[in-house]
């Protein structure tokens, strides 16, 4: 290492570096594991990432400082828990000294002795592959033993602060002869309702001052509870009638429907779709729902381009 490097290297601020890591958007996740007494252990933390499919690895980092560090690094098998819009409280309680973080908590174990806390997003339960030295930190790989996906939108973090970028699209939409849709989906279908006429249409709702969250929160009251909002999917004009049509892609976590029915697209022709525009864009979500691979539609009921987004 040249002496210029090295001078360059000691001058970094680390308040000013945790400021330019934050600027890199991550979701919220709470690591847990049990001692050998059976005490749950667990803490807030957004340095997670997957590493590899086949095997099944995982990684989490955690300061070498942390009063979890001991236990972690050795135990042998902890949990991801990637939580859910709803439970910025829960990381904020995981986050803080506590004498037990799980007193408020719905929690089970699992096979390999891990807390897996209830309604999050996802969780993954691991036995520990490796522990790499890192620094002040280390990182804890995991191969992933079991996992569960829930289908539910993930809580973000950003620059210190929280974020849900399907609700914060949301709250932004409102004003008049504005048409909110829900894309619910579940595996392969997607949650259809029929219309006066006998077509397939989506779960919708026009919005007024109130804006896209509520209309959003609504829709899912009167057709799947349990669904929540992923991001925008489709924006289009309707040059005919002035409406803007909103359609937002969400998950369910169960096929279990108050009303509606979840279909497979392959077993709907073309005509039996409410209208063309319904047509094209459920076309367009059945071909990337195969790559998992989504992009967003800006245009009119007719034409239009779509615009990749991370899958």
């Not at 001058?11 to 570096?17: F, M, Q």
């Not at 790499?132 to 804890?140: E, F, R, T």
């Not at 779709?273 to 992009?295: N, P, W």
Request: with cysteine.
């Amino acid at each position: 290492m040249s002496q210029a490097t090295s001078q360059q290297a000691a001058t970094i601020n680390t308040r000013e570096l945790r400021d330019a890591f934050g600027a890199f958007m991550t979701g919220v996740t709470i690591v847990t594991t049990a001692r050998e007494d059976g005490q749950p252990l667990g803490f807030t933390a957004n340095s997670f990432s997957s590493v590899s499919l086949d095997p099944a690895l995982l990684l989490v980092s955690i300061a070498k400082t942390s009063s979890n560090y001991q236990t972690f690094s050795t135990t042998g098998h902890f949990a991801i828990n990637i939580l859910a819009e709803g439970q910025k409280e829960l990381s904020n309680t995981f986050a803080r000294p506590s004498d037990d973080r799980f007193a408020k908590v719905d929690w089970h174990l699992s096979a390999n002795r891990n807390p897996l806390i209830d309604d999050v997003s996802a969780w993954f339960d691991c036995t520990t592959h490796a522990v790499i030295d890192a620094g002040d930190h280390a990182l804890i790989i995991g191969k992933v033993e079991a996992f569960h996906c829930a289908g539910y939108a993930g809580l973000g973090y950003y620059r210190g602060g929280y974020f849900t970028p399907a609700k914060l699209s949301a709250e932004v939409i409102a004003g008049p002869k504005v048409i909110v849709s829900a894309i619910i989906t579940r595996d392969d279908k997607v949650l259809m309702v029929k219309t006066a006429d006998n077509k397939w249409g989506l779960p919708s709702k026009e919005i007024g001052k109130e804006g896209a969250d509520k209309a959003l929160a609504e829709l899912f009251t009167q057709y799947q509870p349990d669904a929540s909002a992923n991001f925008i999917y489709s924006v289009y004009n309707n040059t005919e009638t002035y409406y803007q049509y909103i359609s937002f892609l969400c998950s369910a976590p169960d096929e279990l429907a108050v009303a509606g029915e979840f279909v497979s697209l392959h077993d709907i022709d073309t005509e039996a779709f409410q209208d063309s525009a319904l047509a094209s864009m459920l076309e367009r979500y059945r071909k990337e729902s195969q790559l998992k691979s989504y992009g967003l539609y800006f245009g009119d009921h007719s034409t239009g381009t779509v615009r990749p987004l991370l899958s």
